[in-house]
């Protein structure tokens, strides 16, 4: 298939119009409600009103081009650990042999979709203040929370591609990208420099504070999924574990992990929902997509999918496969544990061998944050304290309970600090394979992506390490410079 090329460029004053049209969501799986486009004098008017615009803000960040589907997918492709099958530039070719230009859609549309979604969140905001009368006040403050965690969400994506270098590459001092903090709704305002990291993550974590402080700890039993498809206070706090990894404050992640994560086996949350990990390797990836695991979503389904060739099923089982030189190929990884039992799909004649976690593209919840995580975060950040140069024993009973969970014939047992850290990131990457981590991991821990069939290494010091601001914010924002 020829590449895409759009012809026309939307401009970015229109996209943010977009943000203040009253598109909204069922509550208990965000499914977009088609309504008259409402004006903005109009749009929180009444209690039914702006809850729509709040649905909106979540209907927005679930874009298949953001967090519906291919965020995950490029942060997952850039790795080691898959290979690409159809060679096909619209589905993320570029992005896995480290091609893509300013001009490059993926480019284009993933800013375009995660910018959309920050400004929703900045319109709702200003929204709900100027309209405080129409809803009580305990409501709008918890309507807020959730809206700043899905901006925090937001913020983090794009930082995690287009920032010039990791935080830890200079303790936050690089450039990252504009931070937008008020609601543009014309072309007035389009141009904003870039911040550091370090003003981006301190916003990211702004917002999460204030999301934990004032989010409900649950939604009920009998809310449907709200309690996976909804942002809550576990989700704040597992989020802020994730923010505090990038930024090596391990600490903080073991303070935050603390407040989800009991002290002893078996591992769960004993406050808000009581989240744990799933029986199975599974259930997590399978209806109705709300185990006890599954800490924080994007719901798909038949009338509300992530759209053609964004979903993670058709992926992991059409695009890429999966490299037998990368983490399939450890000997760490054997042929009993569930993941490989349960996920890979070595069918005759098909080579390389395809992960079948996500199997269906419509009818499947996007996972972005699983209690898995949770519990690896926690280990890792245990077992990297500095004052602490022996071996974790709670680390690595965390880790097990990952490991058992999947095989219950094989434990890990770290003789030193090296190989429990080591141990951990393995199991990362096995775990969380396919759900959009191992970029993550490698820019966080400042190492050089590796080689991968016929795509060479690429430096920690490259241009390549990171993805090009793109062509259209560079016309549209003059305070706007290139990453070099």
């Known amino acids: 298939m020829k590449r895409i090329i759009i012809q026309t460029r939307v401009m970015l004053s229109a996209l943010l119009l977009l943000a203040i049209i009253g598109t909204g969501c069922k509550k208990e799986n965000l499914i977009p409600i088609p309504q008259t486009a409402l004006s903005d004098a109009t749009s929180f008017s009444s209690p039914q009103r702006i809850a729509q615009q709040v649905f909106g803000v979540y209907s927005a960040a679930k874009s298949g081009q953001f967090l519906g589907g291919r965020a995950m997918i490029y942060q997952d492709v850039r790795g080691e650990d898959w290979i690409n099958v159809t060679t096909n530039g619209v589905t993320a070719l570029g992005v896995w042999n480290f091609s893509i230009t300013e001009g490059d859609n993926q480019v284009e549309n993933y800013w375009a979709a995660g910018y959309a979604a920050i400004n929703r969140a900045n319109v709702v905001l200003e929204g709900i203040d100027a309209n405080a009368s129409v809803i009580p006040a305990t409501l709008a403050t918890k309507y807020k929370a959730e809206v700043r965690f899905i901006r925090a969400l937001s913020y983090f994506y794009l930082q995690s591609l287009y920032a010039r270098r990791p935080f830890n590459a200079d303790n936050g001092a690089s450039l990252s990208i504009p931070l937008r903090l008020t609601a543009n709704k014309g072309s007035a305002g389009a141009s904003l420099a870039r911040a550091t990291q370090t003003a981006v993550f301190s916003q990211i974590l702004e917002d999460l504070n204030f999301a934990e402080q004032n989010l409900p700890a649950t939604y009920g039993a009998a809310a449907g999924d709200s309690n996976v498809v909804r942002a809550h206070k576990n989700a704040a706090v597992a989020m802020k574990m994730r923010v505090y990894m990038h930024m090596n404050r391990w600490s903080d992640v073991i303070t935050e992990g603390n407040k989800i994560v009991s002290t002893t ?39 509300n999918s992530p759209g053609t060739q964004n979903g993670l099923g058709g992926y992991w089982t059409n695009e890429f496969g999966l490299n037998s030189a990368g983490i399939l190929g450890s000997t760490l990884f054997p042929a009993t544990d569930a993941r490989r039992t349960n996920f890979l799909t070595p069918a005759a004649g098909t080579t390389p061998a395809r992960w079948t976690k996500f199997n269906d593209d419509l009818n499947n919840y996007v ?4 209690y898995a995580e949770v519990l690896l975060n926690l280990a890792e950040a245990l077992a990297r304290q500095a004052a602490n140069p022996a071996v974790d024993s709670r680390a690595v009973a965390l880790l097990n309970a990952v490991r058992n969970r999947a095989d ?16 951990i990131l393995l199991e990362r990457r096995i775990e969380l394979l396919g759900e959009g981590f191992r970029s993550l991991d490698i820019m966080r821990l400042g190492i050089d992506f590796p080689a991968k069939a016929s795509v060479s290494s690429v430096s920690s010091t490259s241009l390549s390490y990171v993805w090009p601001i793109p062509a259209t914010e560079l016309q549209l924002n003059s305070l706007m410079v290139r990453n070099n």
């Open 265 to 303: 086996t078996p591992f769960q949350s004993t406050s808000n929902i009581n989240h744990r990990l799933a029986a199975t390797a599974l259930a997590p990836f399978r209806t109705p997509y709300t185990s006890t695991e599954n800490i924080f979503s994007m719901p798909m389904n038949v009338t």
């Open 367 to 370: 996972p972005v944050i699983r």
């Open 408 to 423: 219950a014939s094989v434990s890990w047992a770290p003789a030193t600090k090296t190989e429990l850290i080591d141990a």
